[in-house]
């Protein structure tokens, strides 16, 4: 009886907690996570739960999910970490181990390492998959790939998974940018989707499964825990005033904003910030002018940005930029701020900055052919570019690609 109460208490202090501080924002949106604890408890009880999460899955009162439902007294028997780490104190690309979390004494799966699919072992003291994980909106972003293989995996282990679902943070709206090419499937690019897709990692999930992108005999036992009072209109500003970085390098959401279209500039010899304050909102290198660059960036009329020159030094990061481009070196460019975010095309705006370097800078600029290749699912985009083809035709050739996307995609809103 004593613990029935206790328990009933947190969950009374929970909803509290969690009603005051949305009384704070614009508009109230509880994520998947808030519904679990206050509707749905009975989903994980008398289960061995196995958490995909990092830093920022987190209730409204800053307190994880794992801590959360260890207080609640659910048996928590595994949590798997993503790229940067289960505490995200890992650089882009950093491999991680396997290790015990000091917190609570469960072990932490590395889906990161030399797995990025949860195996048969990291499954055999798990009776249900909770995935509670901010993505932001990008096909590059590999939180997306990580869900991909959970939802392999379950299904082949015969487990069931449940995404806690969180809103797209640019919007439920946005689509852009050219198709994957499923030749050049990686884990940066890992299912037949545009660089921006507007679906939220729960409608994601149903894509993977009911379209068979998961390549699997049978479907998963998937269930989808929606957000109350999220509409697909919304930016994440809209409603929440609170960003926790996603990875260390999107530290806050106007990094977000960008991030689709200046993601394509790690691709290149250019630097895209890192190392910096402002990563994938600076771009530059010790050869840009900053002045030419942005005049020839002005030419094209580009709505719902301000771009100004810039000047910074890139710095190796522990934790967030290792070999870092131009490391200690002065790079001049340019400063993007989204000044209009319902009008602003972070993909278009992506294309234009690398049609206008590909121009001015004929014999420094270069692409990394593979890295670019990969980010942008095809190779077409970089021979465009380097043909010199007008970014507002290139950008024109992809709609019709995303047309036949959007019709696919209606079918899987949540929203």
Same mark, same amino acid.
């Given at each position: ?154 299904? =082949?282990?015969?487990?069931?998974? *449940?995404?806690?679902?969180?809103? /797209? %943070?640019? $919007?439920?709206?946005?689509? &852009?940018? !050219? ?116 005049? =020839?960036?002005?030419?094209?009329? *580009?709505?719902?940005?301000?771009? /100004? %020159?810039? $000047?910074?030094?890139?710095? &190796?990061? !522990? ?97």
């Amino acid at each position: 009886m004593i613990k029935l109460l206790t328990t009933t208490f947190l969950i009374l202090i929970f909803i509290v907690t969690t009603h005051c501080q949305l009384d704070e924002s614009p508009i109230a949106v509880k994520f998947g996570v808030q519904v679990l604890i206050e509707k749905h408890l009975d989903k994980v009880r008398n289960k061995r739960i196995g958490i995909v999460t990092n830093q920022t899955g987190v209730l409204p009162n800053g307190v994880s999910i794992i801590d959360t439902l260890v207080s609640l007294d659910v048996n928590v028997t595994a949590i798997f970490g993503l790229e940067h780490g289960f505490r995200s104190n890992n650089a882009a690309g950093e491999k991680i181990n396997d290790y015990i979390d000091d917190r609570t004494g469960i072990p932490v799966y590395s889906l990161y390492g030399w797995d990025k699919k949860p195996t048969k072992e990291m499954l055999s003291n798990v009776d249900v998959i909770l995935f509670d994980v901010q993505d932001i909106g990008a096909r590059f972003y590999t939180y997306i790939s990580t869900l991909f293989y959970v939802l392999q995996s379950v299904t =082949e282990n015969g487990i069931k998974v *449940i995404v806690l679902d969180r809103p /797209n %943070p640019i $919007s439920g709206t946005y689509i &852009d940018g !050219p198709m994957l090419d499923t030749n050049y499937t990686s884990f940066i690019g890992i299912a037949p989707l545009p660089v921006t897709h507007g679906l939220t990692l729960g409608e994601l999930a149903n894509l993977f499964v009911e379209e068979n992108y998961i390549f699997t005999k049978e479907k998963p036992d998937l269930e989808i825990i929606k957000c109350e009072g999220w509409d697909r209109n919304y930016f994440w500003d809209d409603f929440s005033n609170t960003w926790i970085p996603t990875s260390p390098n999107i530290p806050k959401f106007e990094t977000a904003l960008v991030y689709p279209g200046t993601c394509l500039i790690e691709g290149t010899n250019i630097s895209e910030g890192r190392g910096t304050d402002s990563p994938f909102l600076k771009i530059g290198a010790p050869f840009i002018n900053s002045s030419e660059l942005i005049d =020839e960036l002005k030419s094209e009329e *580009i709505d719902g940005v301000e771009i /100004n %020159p810039v $000047s910074f030094i890139p710095k &190796d990061i !522990p934790g967030k930029s290792i070999n870092t481009k131009f490391s200690d070196v002065k790079c001049n460019g340019v400063n993007i701020r989204v000044t209009n975010k319902k009008i602003f095309k972070s993909v278009q705006f992506g294309i234009y900055l690398l049609s206008a370097l590909t121009k001015l800078y004929p014999d420094k600029f270069k692409f990394n052919n593979n890295r670019f290749d990969l980010l942008a699912g095809n190779s077409k985009l970089r021979y465009e570019l380097k043909a010199g083809i007008d970014p507002a035709l290139i950008v024109k050739n992809w709609q019709k690609d995303l047309s036949e996307f959007e019709s696919i995609r209606k079918k899987y809103l949540l929203y």
